[in-house]
């Protein structure tokens, strides 16, 4: 059962344009949402996280969107560059699950010159 | 230099023998996780301790097991018992349970053959 789900494997973006990555959940008992961003080979580092209390948290360039009636939130990135290109994870915690993270199964994100 | 350690970066055992990953942190973080990565999916969560001499099974703890002895440190043993080991491991840690943002290690590959 994938309570947290990433339907795209993959995007490429144009250098300058913006990323838009989707993530979606089954589970309402998650209350906290995060964002990786990982190199192969590397560990996942992290970018940026949402309260379920929020519907938006920005950080420079990374925006995360956050639609709790559709179960539904967004990483934006704007403007693209090309040492963004990575896998980009979605994780998900909520109460009763302790410290315990959910992951999607990434959507791999190029941005081309 | 703060952070999280795990070494080997890479890893070759044979089939049938136990094999110990190493992780440490000098972050003061009281929460340890450990994960693996195989190819197309998302993070599982092996085990994880949120205070030293106390841990948990994650969603696939059949065949690993780990000890916290230490709180800088959070070992995982791959067993004979695990039917596919060769995967990407990686450790974790938070700064307490009830703050859910997780920082990563730089992951060890294990191979066996």
């Known amino acids: 059962d994938q309570q947290v789900k990433q339907n795209s494997p993959s995007l490429s973006v144009q250098e300058g344009r913006i990323s838009i990555l989707n993530c979606d959940y089954t589970?309402?008992?998650?209350?906290?949402f995060l964002w990786y961003k990982k190199y192969p080979a590397e560990g996942p580092t992290f970018l940026i996280s949402i309260s379920s209390i929020k519907d938006k948290n920005e950080d420079g360039r990374f925006t995360v969107f956050l639609n709790k009636s559709a179960k539904h939130l967004s990483l934006h990135i704007v403007p693209s560059q090309p040492g963004d290109s990575a896998v980009y994870f979605c994780?998900?915690?909520?109460?009763?699950?302790?410290?315990?993270?959910?992951f999607g199964t990434g959507t791999r994100l190029q941005v081309m010159l | 230099d703060g952070g999280i350690t795990q070494s080997p970066k890479y890893l070759f055992r044979k089939e049938g023998q136990n094999v110990t990953l190493s992780c440490e942190q000098n972050l003061n973080h009281d929460a340890m996780y450990w994960y693996r990565q195989d190819p197309g999916q998302g993070l599982r969560l092996i085990y994880y301790?949120?205070?030293?001499?106390?841990?948990q099974k994650g969603d696939i703890a059949e065949g690993y097991s780990v000890s916290r002895e230490k709180k800088e440190s959070f070992p995982l043993t791959v067993t004979s018992a695990q039917k596919n080991p060769t995967a990407f491991y990686l450790c974790?840690?938070?700064?307490?349970?009830?703050?859910?943002?997780?920082?990563f290690g730089p992951g060890t590959r294990l191979t066996v053959l």
């Open positions: 301790s949120q205070i030293v001499n106390d841990f």
């Open positions: 974790a840690t938070s700064l307490s349970d009830t703050l859910h943002t997780q920082y």
């Open positions: 994780a998900a915690s909520g109460a009763g699950t302790a410290s315990k993270l959910t």
């Open positions: 589970n309402s008992m998650f209350d906290y």
